[in-house]
């Protein structure tokens, strides 16, 4: 048994996928666009969350409701700017997120005790607007729920005979598990970056190999076929390798120039972390690829190998969605599911808990081991004729 | 030496090869005349044993391509019917690739590379990626590949297919060169003219069929007409 052809082949692949251009900017941009796409969205939450602690308050007619004003500007991080006179078109164009415009008639209501009209304009289009005006909202119904109490006092009434229930909500997540949907998120862009990586290598050294008229030379050489199958699953796998570290480095860049605490997220992404990750996920690197380069030997043709390789990206965002909608990381059954196995560990590895390295190793060596069947049923389909010279 | 006995090949509708027994001898050039659809690609497919046949036993110099596919390509260059190339590959890169994969290495593998590069006139091309190559180059670098590791017998699917003058000759060059050292030749065409300018014997081919098999002169003799031409047409049928 000799695996200086595998080599050969896996070589010759690596060096046919990495001239075409296509093949480096699928990487390249998987690479990127997961790690930009996160830094995105957390910077978008970040900057949502800051523009609700500190808001400036267009308010329009002012002067007809100066407790209102004072006490909204006693309020902490909260400015009261002028609006201008057409607030509502001010808002329609775009110029502001929120505006309060006092009604006409709001002194006179207030006086006898009628409800008195405060409009808040928003566009509910637009993200920035929607966080500003709940909190402006919510700070309007305390101050009419004091000016109420002042009332029923004044009527010697108690105010709470008009408070029947008091909701306590209390969130118990820990700022980990607040951390557990990006986490999922983070680890399935780690998956796709493998799919995305390996699908040239995995479709164009099987089907393409055959839709050129390449396959029947290659095959007439001599070489045993797991040989030839297992070089084109080693190529796709280092590909797809490659396209994970890349990910991964640039998702470390992105996340250490993000403030998480902030944002009340803690991921931990250190040397340390980032070698276990790798060593975590890299048997994905070996069983994505082998499923890919399976099912592109069934395809009839090079476009329905790369429909086929790409369908591969719903299990593993499913598998992190799952993840991230029911505890079922730390169960064993889930220990022992491919893809739950490693996003298990990776889950555990950024969130700073434990890992056994028996668990990772149980894991890790399962995902080679379905990969090798993999390979095994590729060498078969390369020893079919159905296969070798199409349908 | 390839000897064919007896081998039948069914696809689902119709049987492709049917009862087909020939043997080419070496330092002879064997032509596998017959019409398109004939049966001669699949033998040789089943020759080379990428198919298997349903009945029938094929060697290459004594081992049985069934039983032993390994050996028997090990004794055998082939330039199948589909015989594409990797376009992002040199020509160079072709050639060394399959020698590898045949098992040459180091010096021994540069220099078959550069005996072939230089028998097919690939030079001044070596180092270009086949994707602009014409038809033409294309054809002397599948031939080339499938000839690298030196093989005793060697199969030629419809080789001159296409091809303009020039490469036609060189081809031809080739193959009287493979005749010259002893080696043993099959060689496919649907063209006479291809195959009564090369070959020595000649096997006739029809609807899966060994219709008739000799040297040019003894076909014309056999069906007592002047032209090979004439002779190919009442063989197999057509007139």
Known sequence: MSFGPVVLVALKEL??????????????????????????????RAVQKGAIERIDVPVAGAERAPELVDWLRRQDGVSIVAAPKDAEAAVRGRGMDIAVVIDDDFPADLARSRPATVRLFTDS??????????????????????????????RGVSPEVAAPIRLEQVDVANSQQRGATLLSVVL??????????????????????????????????GTPRWQL??????????????????????????????????????????????????????????????????????????????????????PVVAAGALLTLYPIADAAWAHAVPLLAQYGAGMSILGGKPVSAAALAGAGLEAVGIAIVLVGVVARMLATERIVFGR | MIRVENVRKRFSRAAAVDGVSFSA??????????????????????????????????????ADVASDPQLAQSRLGVLPDASGLYGRLTAREHIRYFGALRGLRG???????????????????ADRRVAGFSHGERTKVALARALVHDPQNVLLDEPTNGLDVASTRAVREVVRGLRREGRCVVFSSHVMQEVSA?????????????????????????TGVTSLEDAFMALVGLQ
């Open chain 1, 15 to 44: 060096a046919d996928a990495f001239r075409d251009r296509r093949s480096i900017l699928t990487m390249a941009a998987t690479a990127l666009l997961g790690p930009l796409l996160i830094s995105f969205v957390l910077n978008q």
């Open chain 2, 107 to 125: 010096a021994e593998l540069a220099r078959r590379v550069e005996h072939w590069i230089a028998a097919l006139g690939l030079a001044t091309v």
């Open chain 1, 229 to 314: 199958a297992a070089g084109k699953w080693l190529a796709a796998s280092a590909a797809g390798f490659a396209g994970m570290i890349l990910t991964l480095a640039t998702l470390s860049w992105v996340l250490s120039r993000l403030s998480l605490e902030q944002l009340g997220v803690r991921i931990h992404l250190g040397p340390h972390e980032l070698f276990l990750l790798a060593l975590a996920m890299g048997p994905l690197a070996l069983l994505l690829p082998a499923i890919q380069t399976c099912l592109a030997c069934f395809a009839r043709s090079y476009k329905e190998a790369q429909s086929y390789a790409v369908v591969l990206i719903i």
């Open chain 1, 188 to 221: 399935s862009f780690l998956a796709m970056a493998i799919i995305t990586s390996a699908m040239q290598i995995a479709t164009d050294s099987t089907a393409g190999e055959r839709e050129r008229g390449s396959l029947e030379a290659l095959l007439l050489n």
């Open chain 2, 25 to 62: 001898a070496d330092g002879r050039v064997t032509g596998l005349l017959g019409p398109n659809g004939a049966g001669k690609t699949t033998t040789l497919r089943l020759a080379c044993g990428l198919m298997k046949p349903d009945a029938g036993t094929i060697t290459i110099d004594g």
């Open chain 2, 198 to 222: 090369l070959c020595d014997r000649i096997v006739i081919i029809a609807a899966g069929r060994v219709v008739a098999e000799g040297t040019p002169g003894e076909l014309l003799a056999a």
């Open chain 1, 125 to 154: 289009t637009r993200a920035a607007g929607g966080p500003k005006a709940q909190r402006v909202a919510a700070l309007v119904d305390r101050f009419g729920a004091e000016v109420a109490a002042q009332r029923l006092i004044v």
